[in-house]
């Protein structure tokens, strides 16, 4: 038996993609139970240049017809469109579908579960989140014994190294930005990842599967790193916190909450010692406890690891019959309200050094219910002025407005420099 699979774009992951399919193809194809035959490579360019690995005869710009050939079409060209015609496509004419795409899973993930399910085929997307990372099948499969409720994580690799180059350099960030660029790390036009729209989308598929109910990207709360500066790092670092942008997704009295921020690590928590571009995810699960995953989260190899791993498992199932796990929806999705979310703060600002500042400051932290953990005060002598951060309890956003506007009113308060959650232990 042979199952004939179609590849739908050949950049960095689908270069991979090809080349681990033709060298690997008696491993992938044992394990398959059937040969897997790459059919056909849709391009959007036939003459661009491309790795010698790359079977020329098999490139075409006909994407249809070529879907209409394959029982497996891995889908690889990123971005909302032609993606999703081209997947809708593929599952209304009999294809299980293999995907990275999570902006395009976050954005129309329903309309296509619907497809795949009306179409009695399967739509994976191990490569979507954290790329190498097999954290889909974790909370999918691994995990289907268990209640999730709670899953955070560094899912962008980029920002992971942006912020640990500004941690472990002292850079600025439109420095590092700049570096990162020229090297190929960050994309020439980063805004998906540093404004944090990328791990919005990846924490949305993430908490959609976990909490088994539907969660787009325009539920998620999302804030990039654009506005941290070295001061920040440094600050968070004399409190023993390191800065990250984290993901987090959990269910409380069913409720979600699903947010990316940048936020601030204890120095012991698992997530703080991630490095450069890597990725991680912690799981909190009912009776497992907590579970951590890490790997690389991006590039053509680790990508197209996790895209294998799913054609292995579509055409498992193109064997035997039957369908993979699909979605599973449990009720309509109710989320936290964004005042009544709650959190740890750090509160950074600059105030004149005098007697009774700190009283005055306690005092509107009182006010609002907001209780400190933790007050750090650098003075400095020549200017009169002090740094103060204050780390507080769990707080919701609400009340923690509420401080942030007596704070504002203090006298001596010269400049409230950064508000920024802090994540637990
Ligand atoms: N650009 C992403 C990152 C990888 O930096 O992690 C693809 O989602």
Redesign the pocket.
């Known amino acids: 038996m042979s199952i004939k699979i179609a590849l739908l774009g050949c950049g960095t992951v689908g270069t991979q993609v090809a080349r681990l399919l033709k060298e690997q193809n008696d491993l992938l194809s044992a394990r398959a139970g059937a040969e897997l035959e790459l059919i056909g490579i849709s391009v959007s360019n036939l003459e661009t240049q491309r790795d010698p690995v790359i079977d020329r005869a098999l490139l075409t710009t006909d994407s249809r017809a070529l879907i209409e050939r394959a029982d497996i079409v891995i889908e690889l060209i990123g971005g909302i469109e032609p993606p999703r015609t081209l997947v809708r496509y593929a599952l209304e004419s009999g294809a299980s579908v293999v995907t990275g795409n999570?902006a395009l899973l976050a954005e129309h993930g329903p309309e296509l579960y619907d497809l795949a399910k009306a179409a009695n085929v399967d739509l994976y997307y191990e490569a979507a989140v954290a790329?190498a990372v097999p954290v889909v099948y974790a909370v999918r499969e691994s995990l289907a014994g268990d209640s999730v409720k709670a899953i955070k994580g560094i899912?962008?690799?980029?920002?992971?190294?942006i912020l640990d180059e500004m941690t472990t350099k002292g850079l600025a960030f439109d420095e590092v930005l700049a570096t990162a660029q020229e090297l190929g790390y960050?994309?020439a036009e980063p805004s998906?990842?540093v404004d944090g729209r990328?791990?919005a989308a990846?924490i949305a598929i993430l908490a959609s599967l976990a909490f088994h109910k539907r969660v787009s990207l325009a539920d998620v709360d999302v804030e990039g790193i654009r506005s941290i500066t070295s001061a920040d790092i440094e600050a968070a670092a004399k409190n023993n916190f390191v800065i990250k942008l984290v993901a987090t997704a959990a269910q409380t009295g069913g409720k979600i909450e699903v947010r990316v921020a940048p936020t601030l690590v204890p120095t012991a928590h698992p997530l703080a010692s991630i490095s450069g571009?890597f990725?991680a995810v912690v799981i909190e699960a009912e009776s497992a406890d907590r579970l951590m995953f890490y790997g690389r989260?991006?590039g053509g190899t680790p990508?197209a690891s996790a895209v294998l791993s799913d054609v292995v498992a579509a055409a498992a199932k193109k064997v035997v019959g039957g369908r993979a796990p699909q979605e599973i929806v449990l009720g309509e999705s109710e989320f936290v309200p964004a005042c009544e979310a709650v959190s740890r703060y750090f509160v950074r600002l600059r105030v004149n050094d005098v007697v009774g500042v700190l009283a005055e400051l306690s005092r509107a932290f009182a006010d609002s219910g907001v209780s400190i953990s933790a007050v750090r005060q650098d003075s400095d002598d020549e200017s009169g002025r002090a740094s103060l951060t204050i780390t507080t309890h769990a707080a919701t956003a609400a009340d923690m407005a509420a401080t942030i506007e007596s704070v504002s009113k203090v006298s001596d308060v010269r400049e409230i420099v950064r508000v920024l959650r802090v994540e637990d232990e």
């Open positions: 999570k790329g899912l962008n690799g980029t920002t992971n190294y960050a994309e998906a990842d990328d791990a990846k571009s990725n989260g991006a990508t």
